[in-house]
């Protein structure tokens, strides 16, 4: 995959905060994954490099919302990584929700690799 600014940075400042979500071969999950990101800053700017690592089997099917929360008026930068591995014929549905401060910065990467017939 190829390596953005964002990514590079997030990798060498991540230190530990990975989450690794893993979907076993031919599981069909009914209900969606929820990842939720709360920023919470102490009254002075704050920075966060959250890192996530979705693994689909051969055959299987989910659904990943990934949230992202701060509290209003709050200053506080977000750099976030999604790396999306599918097996074949798997099924990734992913959703990304915002719900951050006005004086927050965001910024991401999502990267998937599909094996055939995934999607």
Known sequence: MPATPSW?????????????VEIGKNVRMDEPIHLVFVSMPN???TVSHPRNLILAGRGSRASVIESYVGPAG?????????????????????????????RAYHVATVQAVQDRGAW
């Open 8 to 20: 590079r940075l997030n990798t060498s400042l991540a230190a530990g905060r990975r989450g690794v």
């Open 43 to 45: 009254g002075r700017p």
């Open 74 to 102: 709050t200053t506080y930068f977000t750099n976030a990584v999604t790396e999306i591995v599918a097996g074949e014929d798997a099924v990734v549905d992913h959703y990304k929700f915002q719900y951050e401060s006005d």
